[in-house]
């Protein structure tokens, strides 16, 4: 592994540490800085690697007498709050045919769309000194020292506002007993095109206790001045950083895949991949909706009620008009779901060994194949 590390107030100044060396892993540069402050920048865009990182941090630093500031950017992502709803927040479909990954951080708070025009900024610090409102007064004022007119403020609800309407910064935090990390965003020069696309649910009918994002416009903040790019933007708010607690710490790179430096790391980064963590971990939640079918000669309206717990079909019945489609073959896709996952894939296996149990009917086999689509679609 290397870490570099340089001054962002003089970048041409750079030291190298290498694994073959003494003291060359994170933990030695974390007890290098003693009892002061330390800022770490991902060499990582993978989203579950820097999760995982903040996760390893909380978990194996002594927060007490120190203070972080990690900052990381992630290839396109979309990463929903620990108590939400992926089937209520996100565009599972459109997710899935651009090849978006879904990540459940370990954090409360909204979703939230991650690309290389996003901007993430981590705080760590003991649970005592724990402050939201100074981590914040560190965004808006590095903000400001690169443009002293904008307008910037942090709200009640821990937001950034540009100009009082648009949002540039969503947070969440994690309190541990002794430890606690509060995270924030930075729309820099985000897809905002994209963003809106998977931000816009299909499954209508979610009912469930699950905390819901609140939309707000959003804007990024190279339409505001274009010289504002990320790699600008994190060199001003490190310095900031370090003016804002006294610090005179100097940004060292990390690579959050480093077994070797960061012990358990890669363990961590595959409990926020799996499937039992991102969808799983869904509060239990009901859906009672109403969807159209219909083939060349006839349109119907069909029912869906479905109780999903950990992300498993508990109970479900799909009602389909008797004259549309014969009433024990909605029942038996209905007992079949049962069990399963809610998940497109494992549906549409049930589908299809269901179908091939049809007699030889093409107009029945067309019908059935159309009710399995609609139902995976809402998936």
Not at 141 to 165: Q, W, Y
Not at 365 to 371: I, T
């Amino acid at each position: 592994m290397i870490l570099r590390t340089f001054s962002t107030l003089c970048a041409q100044s750079q030291v190298c540490f290498r694994s073959a060396r003494a003291k060359s892993t994170l933990s030695a540069v974390i007890d290098e800085t003693g009892k002061s402050g330390l800022i770490l920048k991902s060499l990582s865009t993978d989203i579950f690697e820097n999760l995982a990182l903040e996760d390893w941090i909380h978990d194996h630093v002594d927060l007490q007498n120190r203070s972080i500031l990690f900052l990381w950017r992630n290839a396109p992502a979309v990463v929903i709050g620990r108590h939400q709803n992926p089937w209520q927040e996100c565009n599972l479909q459109v997710m899935r045919q651009k090849g978006i990954p879904l990540a459940r951080r370990r954090s409360g708070g909204g979703t939230v769309f991650h690309d290389l025009g996003n901007v993430n900024l981590t705080f760590f610090t003991s649970k005592k000194n724990y402050d939201r409102h100074r981590n914040l007064q560190v965004v808006t004022s590095a903000l400001k020292g690169l443009r002293p007119d904008m307008d910037v403020r942090a709200t009640e609800r821990f937001d950034i506002m540009l100009n009082g309407h648009h949002k540039i910064s969503g947070t969440a935090a994690k309190l541990g007993r002794t430890a606690a990390y509060h995270h924030c965003t930075l729309l820099c020069s985000a897809d905002r095109a994209l963003l809106s696309a998977v931000l816009k649910p299909t499954c209508q009918g979610i009912k469930s206790n699950a905390t819901q994002s609140v939309p707000s416009p959003v804007k990024n903040l190279l339409d505001e001045d274009p010289t504002l790019d990320c790699d600008t933007i994190m060199d001003s708010v490190a310095s900031q950083y370090n003016t804002e607690f006294g610090f005179s710490s100097p940004v060292t790179l990390v690579d959050p895949s480093d077994e070797l430096s960061l012990p358990g790391i890669q363990r961590m980064a595959r409990e926020l991949l799996a499937w039992e963590w991102t969808f799983g971990r869904t509060p239990k939640f009901s859906i009672c909706t109403t969807f159209e079918l219909k083939n060349d000669t006839s349109i119907c309206n069909s029912t869906l009620n479905m109780d999903i717990k950990n992300g498993i079909i508990e109970s479900c019945d799909i009602e389909v008009p008797s004259d549309w489609l014969p009433v024990e073959l909605s029942r038996e896709f209905s007992l079949h779901l049962v069990g399963g996952k809610l998940c497109p894939y494992e549906t549409s296996v049930i589908a299809a060994e269901l179908l091939r149990t049809i007699p030889q009917n093409k107009e029945l086999e067309r019908k059935m194949y159309n009710l399995c689509r609609r139902v995976v679609f809402m998936m």
